[in-house]
């Protein structure tokens, strides 16, 4: 396997206004860059032009496809991810749907690459979105790795400043995910370079 770092998108899927998102994206970021073995981008969907209006051909019969202007850099970066971590929050029990709309308006940029999750809501931590969004990126030919890292009731766990007050588990949930991104992540790299993915449309 290659030595080389890994590119590791992370996602803050949430765009909803007051949202926790960012604090935990930060976090896990930093996790990341702890860890030692990935160039970290920090992807804000909140920055993003996503228009929840899909085009007649999907991305999946057309992978050339001319995305409106604010969304060129959303493709770029996705495109040069080795692995994803998403951060997530439940609504009404799924994902969000700005969130959905990202996913959606691409199709080889998640191919073979290992994903991860960060899930943070109530009770749930996040699961039930996480459950869901399993799902999508297994039709989207990515690998979702099995561990995760999740905050439930998130807003008892971190003081004002978006410091975690009890780091201990979440840092060893977070360096377990990562550990399997970096096997999938370096391994799938190296296989997308030796032969093109042949996904069936």
Same mark, same amino acid.
């Not at 931590?125 to 979105?129: E, F, H, I, K, P």
């Given at each position: 396997m290659s030595s080389e770092r890994l590119n590791l998108a992370v996602i803050v899927g949430s765009v909803r206004e007051g949202r926790f998102g960012p604090v935990v994206a930060n976090w896990f970021a930093a996790q990341a860059e702890r860890h030692g073995e990935f160039a970290v981008d920090v992807i804000d969907l909140a920055d993003v032009d996503l228009p929840l209006e899909l085009p007649a051909v999907p991305p999946a019969m057309e992978?050339?496809?001319a995305r409106p202007s604010g969304m060129g850099e959303l493709t770029r970066r996705l495109k040069a991810a080795d692995a994803v971590v998403v951060v997530t929050p439940d609504y009404n029990r799924s994902f969000p749907a700005s969130l959905k709309a990202a996913i959606d308006w691409h199709?080889?940029?998640w191919q073979a690459k290992p994903v991860g999750f960060v899930g943070y809501?109530? /009770?749930s931590?996040?699961?039930? /979105?996480i459950e869901q969004l399993r799902q999508v990126f297994n039709e989207l030919h990515a690998h979702t790795v099995r561990d995760y890292v999740s905050f439930p009731r998130y807003y008892l766990l971190?003081?004002?400043d978006g410091t975690?007050?009890?780091p201990e588990e979440p840092e060893g949930a977070a360096k377990v995910m990562l550990d399997q991104l970096v096997w999938w992540g370096s391994v799938l790299r190296d296989a997308r370079r030796d032969r093109p993915y042949g /996904?069936?449309?």
């Open positions: 992978p050339e496809l199709y080889t940029e809501s109530g /009770a931590g996040g699961l039930l /979105a971190f003081s004002p975690l007050l009890q /996904a069936g449309r």
